[in-house]
Nanobody, 114 residues
Framework: QVQLVESGGGLVQPGGSLKLSCAAS????????MGWYRQAPGKQRELVAVRTSYGTTNYADSVKGRFTISRDNAKNTLYLQMNSLKPEDTAVYYC????????WGQGTQVTVSS
């Protein structure tokens, strides 16, 4: 059984930065594709960024150049560095481990507001 626990969310002003963390249990983390998704009120959950175990990354167009996904396999932890935050980045951010079935964390709230 895999457990994913996100942390690092909060309230930040536009233009600010936050770093999200996702701690994963289980050795499957090291061979799995991991990603961050977000869901804003009234909207569908959307992909933010994904990183394979080989290091390949993919980002949503809306966050390219501002967000960076990384992982530390020794710590079983996935990160999302978010810079130049905008109000439209406000959402609950979820950590995901691709498998059948997929695993999800409980989510962490990110609010960008002045």
């Amino acid at each position: 059984q895999v457990q994913l626990v996100e942390s690092g969310g909060g309230l930040v002003q536009p233009g600010g930065s936050l770093k999200l963390s996702c701690a994963a249990s289980g050795s499957i983390f090291r061979v799995s594709t991991m990603g961050w998704y977000r869901q804003a009120p009234g909207k569908q959950r959307e992909l933010v960024a994904v990183r394979t175990s080989y290091g390949t990354t993919n980002y949503a167009d809306s966050v390219k150049g501002r967000f960076t996904i990384s992982r530390d396999n020794a710590k079983n932890t996935l990160y999302l560095q978010m810079n130049s935050l905008k109000p439209e980045d406000t959402a609950v951010y979820y950590c995901n481990l691709q498998s059948i079935p997929p695993y999800w964390g409980q989510g962490t709230q990110v609010t960008v507001s002045s």
